[in-house]
């Protein structure tokens, strides 16, 4: 069964540059780790809300884990608004 992650969380106004630079790199090398391509996306009614997409994971146990080193490496944190956490949700294909 392969997992689609769709993580989102709301960051705090004016670090557009960079938070795209560091998620970048996050998605980079955590798709050298697990040849996962990651997505990110900005919500079109409120551009402070940010979601990144990973599609077909295999092995989530390993993926989680590589996630979360990766997010905490490249500081992924130090961008979320004041309170608030990352939202993550799996999702399988029905059918």
């Known amino acids: ?19 795209m630079a560091a998620l970048n ?7 050298d780790a697990t040849g996962i391509d990651g997505r990110f996306r900005r919500r079109v009614d409120d551009p402070l809300t940010w979601m990144e997409i990973y599609e077909g994971v295999a092995d989530a146990h390993q993926f989680e884990i590589e996630l979360g080193i990766h997010a905490l490496r490249h500081g992924l944190h130090e961008f979320l608004a004041t309170g ?12």
């Open 1 to 19: 069964m392969r997992i689609d992650y769709y993580i989102y969380y709301r960051v705090r106004p004016g670090q557009d540059g960079e938070l």
């Open 84 to 95: 608030t956490a990352r939202h993550l949700e799996r999702f399988r294909a029905v059918g």
């Open 25 to 31: 790199g996050m998605q980079r090398a955590l798709a």
